[in-house]
């Protein structure tokens, strides 16, 4: 039998387009490709994080780490495509026309769209450019998947630290065609999620059934670790630590109970740590009532059975322990084009992890509960 998935959790890799408009409006405000001497092409994101590992001159990321999907980074050649910047990618990365060719060798039909370069600019502190900068890639990441729309569907990004514009865009974004959107996944500033000044983002989200994204690295303060003083390798193998701050307070105080119909998606946080967290998190709000909001009355993992999801790559320890987080509640994705993802080898690996599983059960995690969530069409099992 030929097996097939649809990724839940794969990326585009914006073009210097994406940024030209910016750095004409904002000069040196914008986020923009320089040519860095060490790293080639190069995304500086002002403000964002600081300057990292990556480069001694600017605070950003290379461009062509971004897109390294099926290499190795010990490898010298590795690192001469990523200095190759957009030179050195896949046909597929920039033109959603060659793209499926790149997908038919990992038994992929579908792919959910979220950013990449963007990552950064999650966290820039100048929001009236990070509100532009938001409106220009919705603008241009609609285009792109609207070249492929039996392929490809993008996500609508929303500048959540100012929460009218978010809801400007979020309108904006719903009436151009957009069905799902990606939010920080940590809250903005000192307004945590719970916070009313929130509510009628949820309200029109929840009233367009509109998933509501929140992918690893999109920090809305702290640049692509959320970790201040963490190295990469604690950063990396810890980062589970900052979507579990955000759920906890999505439950605990009240979002999801106060709007019983939003969705919400938890992506490439993996999730072989998820069934033992939820269960502390039942015993917490058991111990510690007084301190949720008193519109809680279900355990957090009724909330989470009920209105959330999570992606996972390659965590044989999720599909172990599936039904202590849900099977209905888990979905796949092959992370393309980035270095953790397991194109081409999708589903070699997915055979691998999926050892002893019902085939049901292997359906409903890499093809039907993302069709159910984002309303698409799924081939008979």
Not at 15 to 36: K, Y
Not at 162 to 182: F, H, I, N, Q
């Amino acid at each position: 039998m030929e097996r097939f998935a649809y990724s839940a959790d794969s990326h585009i890799v914006e073009p210097p387009e994406v940024f030209n408009a910016l750095e004409r409006r904002f000069g040196e405000r914008a986020p923009r490709i320089v040519q860095d001497p060490e790293w080639g092409d190069f995304l500086v994101t002002p403000g964002a994080g600081g300057r990292d590992r990556f480069s001694e001159r600017y605070p950003g990321v290379p461009v062509g780490r971004l897109a390294i999907a099926g290499a190795s980074l010990d490898r010298p050649e590795t690192q001469a495509k990523i200095r190759q910047g957009y030179a050195g990618m896949n046909k597929g990365i920039l033109n959603p026309a060659e793209r499926n060719a790149d997908q038919a060798v990992d038994g992929v039909r579908f792919e959910v769209l979220y950013p990449s370069l963007y990552f950064r600019v999650f966290a820039l502190p100048d929001t009236e450019v990070l509100v532009a900068a938001f409106q220009e890639y919705n603008d241009w990441l609609l285009d792109y998947a609207n070249r492929a729309p039996d392929r490809l569907m993008g996500l609508a990004l929303l500048p959540m630290a100012d929460p009218d514009a978010a809801l400007a865009e979020l309108d904006r974004s719903l009436k151009a065609g957009y069905r799902s959107v990606c939010i920080p996944c940590t809250a903005p500033g000192k307004l945590p999620y719970h916070d009313p000044a929130y509510d009628k983002v949820w309200a029109l989200a929840e009233e367009a059934n509109c998933p509501l994204g929140m992918h690893i690295f999109t920090s809305a303060a702290e640049g692509v670790t959320g970790m201040a003083g963490a190295d990469p390798i604690l950063s990396y193998a810890s980062s589970a630590t900052i979507i579990q701050f955000t759920v906890e307070d999505l439950i605990c105080h009240g979002v999801a109970a106060r709007f019983p119909r939003l969705k919400f998606v938890c992506a490439e946080w993996e999730i072989g740590w998820l069934g033992h967290w939820l269960e502390r998190l039942d015993h917490a709000y058991y111990r510690n009532r007084q301190v949720a909001a008193p519109e809680v009355t279900m355990k957090p993992t009724q909330y989470w059975a009920r209105q959330f999801y999570a992606t996972f790559e390659d965590d044989a320890i999720g599909v172990q322990t599936r039904s202590h987080i849900g099977v209905p509640t888990l979905m796949w994705g092959n992370d393309y084009p980035h270095h953790d993802s397991i194109w081409p080898n999708s589903q070699k690996v997915l055979d691998d992890i999926f050892t002893g599983v019902p085939d049901a059960d292997r359906y409903a995690m890499t093809v039907a509960n993302a069709a159910q969530l984002y309303g698409l069409f799924a081939p008979p099992e």
